[in-house]
């Protein structure tokens, strides 16, 4: 089974921190992406990556970045935590082909205080 | 742009009844549709997708979704519900990007619960 590792599941950060939410796949996809979830909204695309050293924003991409050095890894970086980015956070993953599904990872939890 | 409606935030079904979940998209070509489900405190799972071909799509746990072109809607449906269906269920469009596999845009989820 696909396994998408994300390296916590509940963070609690203060206001101005730099956040670092970690991601790692074992099934060599091509494709990643991380998704803001919040009750009533669904989850919003913030960022995703179709190959290593590549990225395309989302549609909330703003207070955030992310960084694919290594195919298998994909991280997303809060450079100046903001209590509106209180959030679950999930990783996902794909092949790079069309109509492939995504491979969800269990999602970290973060409290900005 | 693309984007997914769920009309309903909540629904409350008894066990044994049956269950829809309307889903209503906004694309401008043909989509790929998807409906994923999360239970409580787990991951989300794919239950079921549609590409192209037959318009009644079968998927996992007993789950079956319609494609009807002319309403922009994937309605999910199961005949019989069991109190292990109670979850959030998200409708997604997914929609093609630089070749390089495709991109999802979900709805906003509807929450099931399942009196007994």
């Known amino acids: 089974d696909v396994k998408v590792t994300q390296s916590s599941r509940y963070l609690v950060k203060r206001t101005g921190e730099k956040v670092f939410l970690e991601c790692v796949q074992d099934?060599?996809?091509?494709?990643m992406f991380w998704y803001r979830q919040d009750p009533g909204l669904g989850l919003r695309l913030i960022y995703f990556s179709y190959d290593v050293k590549m990225k395309e924003k989302g549609d909330i991409p703003e207070g955030y970045s992310v960084s694919r050095e290594k195919k298998e890894r994909f991280s997303l970086i809060l450079e100046s935590a903001s209590t509106n980015q209180t959030s679950m956070y999930l990783c996902?993953?794909?092949?790079?082909?069309?109509?492939?599904?995504?491979?969800f990872g269990s999602g970290t939890q973060l409290s900005v205080l | 742009a693309q984007s997914v409606t769920q009309p309903d935030i909540h629904i409350t079904v008894s066990e044994g009844a049956s269950l829809e979940l309307r889903c209503n998209y906004s694309?401008?070509?043909?989509?790929?549709l998807f409906w994923y489900v999360q239970s409580p405190g787990q991951g989300l799972q794919l239950l079921l997708k549609?590409?192209?071909?037959?318009?009644l799509v079968q998927g996992i746990k007993g789950f079956e979704a319609e494609f009807k072109r002319s309403q922009s809607s994937f309605n999910l449906r199961k005949p019989s519900v069991h109190w292990s269906d109670a979850a959030e269920y998200f409708c997604?469009?997914?929609?093609?990007?630089?070749?390089?596999?495709?991109?999802?845009?979900f709805g906003g989820g509807t929450r099931v619960l399942v009196k007994p």
């Open positions: 996902a993953s794909s092949l790079k082909r069309s109509g492939e599904k995504l491979f």
């Open positions: 099934m060599d996809h091509e494709n």
């Open positions: 694309y401008g070509a043909t989509p790929y």
């Open positions: 997604a469009v997914g929609v093609m990007i630089k070749a390089a596999g495709n991109k999802l845009t």
């Open positions: 549609y590409f192209s071909g037959d318009t």
